[in-house]
């Protein structure tokens, strides 16, 4: 697999693998993400998988004409009127309480993060001053919390609300780079992923870090829907990736949680850890990745 440092000279913006800064783009690159219509796209889908058997919805036989509940049946289980509940999926946020959220919520079976993503998209379209989209805004990497990353003797990184990473130690870097290369910072991990045409041989299952990759971006459009960065990112993938476009449309959300990771390492063959988050608290929207293994990685170190 060639090398996954600094981007070779004659690589340009956009090209697959590319981990430059990223210039400006056009208008319909920007311009990805419709609040009202992700709250309605959203409810949609989570009533379309949640059968009437599964919310203990009697139906009285018939033909179905739409896979999962009905809108009259989710108003019904959430104790509201159906005028209401097509008023919520169509983003009318005006005077909606945790309350009735919730109880939508609840008639969804949503799980927490489900729960947080909805709240976000309605913060997102109640009325509020205008503001511009928030400029990109760089991290920096404490001293005392490189020293750590450092010092960790397993692969360990730092990655931002965006997804990209910020410091990593020698493993880290040796995980990602190649040979004697060091990665380029900040590594912005769904382009990587993504665009790379290499990533589905380096991962084990691209499938599902890809479907994870994306449901981590859903949930992070949903909490910072003002960052001009993160609307730039979504709208390249968008629009240079059926397989994201397809994955994003599903609507499913995610927060970074303990998981294995399976990587075909050039050098090493299969390397297999088990991913483990910590929020940095004194660093708001940064976590500390690191990747335990049972296995010597003394020829990764090499």
Known sequence: ?????RPAATRVPWEPGWQGTPRALPTPYRRCIDNKADIRD???SRRAR???EQASVPTFGGIRRVPGLRREEVAHLAGVSVDYY???ERGKATGISPEVLNAVARALQLDDVEREHLRNLFEAVRPAPMRPPRPRTRQGIRPTV????????????????RLEILAANALGHALYAEGTEKLVLPF?????LILDPRTPEFFGDWSKA??????LLRAAAGRAPDDSELMTLIGELS???????DLWASHDVQKYREGPKHYHHPFVGDLRFIGESFDLSNDEGLALLTYPTNRTLRRLKL
């Open 239 to 245: 629009t240079r990736s059926a397989q994201f476009r």
């Open 146 to 161: 490189q020293m750590v990353v450092n010092a960790i003797t397993i692969p360990a990184f730092v990655q931002n609300s």
């Open 188 to 192: 912005r991990m769904p382009r990587f």
């Open 42 to 44: 959203f409810l949609v």
């Open 86 to 88: 097509n008023r919520l």
């Open 210 to 215: 890809a479907r994870n990759q994306v449901a």
């Open 50 to 52: 949640l059968t009437p």
């Open 1 to 5: 697999m060639p090398a996954r440092g």
